[in-house]
Structures are given as structure tokens and as C-alpha cells.
């Protein structure tokens, strides 16, 4: 075991805890009442706040399990799309409530990236109806069917996977193959806002030796209130066919942070690339090495696959000749997924074909 840094990429899964009434849909497309798959539905109570999310199967089903009777709305995200909601509606205490959507096609249009619109933002929302909250609705969708998809076993991937020691100039000293399990969400392990919000990003846990765990940041993370309000946004061109979005902490404290960039299609809104890099680290850390980067693409039926990742971080030694700490090499983790499976575990060979072909592209 290697006792400085501990990269964890990990399968969690999460239990939602029983509930006695839930809303059982069906999502479809006005007029043509043509189930849309890969859309983000969530159930909103009489405050407006979330209480649970779900994403819609290859024939639009969803469901949803509230916490306690009352009243409540859906939402509904699609890449592209504009916000959807429905009529409140109240929900019986023990009740299963059916429910079918019609959805009207209502496509997000891009406004220009002017100078005004590049210009650095601090503590946006998902709800501003301008360039950039329409590109972080966008990301914040993708990023929400991904693993809502993967959690309930939607879609379920067989992935190559890997563990390299590097040197101090990122040359590979030693690689092995992890043969972790097939993905079953985000790849990049992530913890609570609320506990990266008061740890940081990098934390050694109380009680071990083994070093510092590094966490990456996932759709949780990224769009959760405390993220938004303390990190600073800017709006970039990429090309003839892509738009990042980079973002940095507003302030820089004693917790390690992350600074990064979104790269979203400029015609589709969909989500290519997080790439992401630690900030605050000690000062022998050389910059702008340690991070991790994920590519995602949307495959036919609505998945949305996290093809390819990675996360570098750093060893630390000890100068022989000054006793001070320096770079003694990296650790590096990350892998691809080589399959696209069904519940059953059968292998998709139309989505698996897609992911192929659209990887030879690249």
C-alpha cells in the first residue's frame, strides 16, 4: 500500500431510505407522445427544495419516492431543453401516484459570446437565464443522468481500469491493471458538499497512516449551493464547436480546492469534459499537475457514458541533502469503459457499437 497519497475511485452505491408514497411516471414528447429517455426528473416539495431525482428509462418511465405526504412539483432537464415544471400537485400520505408528462419541445438558444457575457461571475445560480446559467443547467443535466442512470442500474459498463506509480517528471515507472468491477456511477470518488465545504478537497482521515485521500468533484458537488456561491465562473469560446466554462474558488483558504473547466458542444449543450486541478496544495507540489479529468459522451437512448478518467496525485520525499520535502513522484489511477451492458448484464451491442465508433472518431 502506498502510504503518502490514497486515490480512491470507487463503486458506491446509495440506499434511499424506504418511503410509504412515491410518484410513478411516465415522461413523453408533445405532440408525437414519444417516450424521452435520458431526461433528469426531480420532485421538488412545497419549499422548492429537491428531495429526490431520478432519470428516465429508454421508454421514459421514472420514479420517485417522497419523504412525507404533501404537496409537491416535477421538474424536468434535457440537454438542450428549457426547464420543464409541472403543476403542483399533492401527494397522500402511503399513496403511488401516477403521472404522465407531455412535454412541448422548448430549445435552449445561445445567445453570443459577447465580452460582457466572458466576464468572471461569483456566486451564480442554475436558474439565470443568461449564457452562463443556461451552459451550467446544461452540464448540471448531463452530469445528474449520468449517475442517476448508473445508480438505478439503467445502464451498467465493463471497464479497463489502471494503477500507475510515476516519476517526479510524470514519466511511468510502474502500471498495473486495478481489474476494479464495472463502472456503476460517477468514477471519480466524491464525498458530501457539506463535508469538502469544511475539510477541502484533500483530507487525511483521523486515525491512519495510509495519506491523504484525494476527492474529485461530481454533479453534487459542482452545482450544490455552496459550490456556486463560493467559486467564480467565466465563460470562454473553444473553438468552432465547443464553449468552456472554467471556474476557480473566489478565495483561497486553508482547505484545498479545485479549479477547473467545463467543455459543453456550442450546438447541442452537451457535456464533452471536466477536467479539474487541486489548488492550495503544500508548496512543493509543483502546479498544475495534480487533478483529474473525465470525457463523457451521450449515446443513443439517452445514456450518457463517462468514457474515459483519470486522478494524479502527488509522493511526497524528503531532500537528503536539506531534510526538506519535495516531489518524489505521483500516483495516477483511471480507466475507460470498454462495454455498455444492460440491467441483465447482457453486453448492448448497439450502444457498445456507438461507443466504438464514436471513440475511433476522436
Not at 457535456?271 to 449515446?299: C, M, N, S
Amino acid at each position: 500500500m502506498m502510504r503518502a497519497a490514497m486515490i480512491l475511485i470507487a463503486t458506491v452505491t446509495i440506499l434511499s431510505p424506504l418511503s410509504a408514497q412515491s410518484v410513478q411516471g411516465r415522461l413523453l414528447a408533445a405532440p408525437s407522445q414519444e417516450p424521452l429517455a435520458g431526461a433528469l426528473v426531480a420532485l421538488l416539495d412545497s419549499a422548492g427544495t429537491e428531495v429526490a431525482r431520478a432519470a428516465t428509462t429508454p421508454s421514459g418511465g421514472f420514479a420517485l419516492s417522497a419523504p412525507r405526504a404533501g404537496k409537491y412539483q416535477v421538474v424536468v432537464r434535457q440537454i438542450g431543453q428549457q426547464v420543464w415544471r409541472s403543476a403542483p400537485f399533492t401527494l397522500a400520505a402511503g399513496a403511488d401516484y401516477p403521472l404522465i408528462l407531455r412535454v412541448a419541445p422548448r430549445p435552449h438558444v445561445l445567445p453570443p459570446i459577447t465580452v460582457a457575457a466572458r466576464r468572471t461571475r461569483c456566486g451564480v445560480s442554475l436558474d439565470d437565464d443568461d449564457l452562463l446559467g443556461r451552459l451550467l443547467d446544461a452540464a448540471s443535466t448531463a452530469l445528474g443522468i449520468a449517475e442517476e442512470s448508473a445508480d438505478a442500474g439503467t445502464y451498467r459498463f465493463t471497464t479497463d481500469t489502471y494503477l500507475k506509480r510515476l516519476g517526479a517528471d510524470l514519466a511511468v515507472v510502474e502500471s498495473t491493471d486495478t481489474d476494479l468491477p464495472g463502472l456503476a456511477r460517477w468514477p471519480i470518488e466524491s464525498a458530501d458538499p457539506d463535508s469538502l465545504r469544511v475539510w477541502g478537497f484533500v483530507r487525511t482521515p483521523p486515525g491512519t497512516d495510509a495519506g491523504p485521500v484525494y476527492y474529485g468533484p461530481d454533479a453534487r458537488v459542482l452545482f450544490s449551493d455552496w459550490f456556486l456561491d463560493s467559486h467564480c465562473f467565466e465563460v470562454e469560446s473553444a473553438g468552432e464547436t465547443a464553449v468552456e466554462v472554467r471556474f476557480e474558488p473566489e478565495r483561497r483558504g486553508r482547505r484545498v480546492d479545485v479549479e477547473g473547466r467545463l467543455a459543453i458542444d456550442r450546438e447541442s449543450l452537451e457535456l464533452r469534459t471536466l477536467a479539474f486541478e487541486y489548488v492550495g496544495l503544500p508548496r512543493w507540489v509543483p502546479r498544475d499537475k495534480a487533478g483529474g479529468e473525465v470525457e463523457l459522451r451521450r449515446l443513443g437512448a439517452g445514456a450518457w457514458v463517462p468514457t474515459t478518467w483519470h486522478l494524479r496525485a502527488p509522493l511526497p520525499g524528503r531532500s537528503t541533502r536539506t531534510s526538506r520535502i519535495t516531489i518524489r513522484g505521483w500516483v495516477e489511477t483511471g480507466g475507460r469503459v470498454t462495454a455498455v451492458r444492460t440491467p441483465e448484464g447482457g453486453v448492448d451491442s448497439v450502444l457498445t457499437e456507438e461507443l466504438m465508433s464514436a471513440r475511433s472518431c476522436e
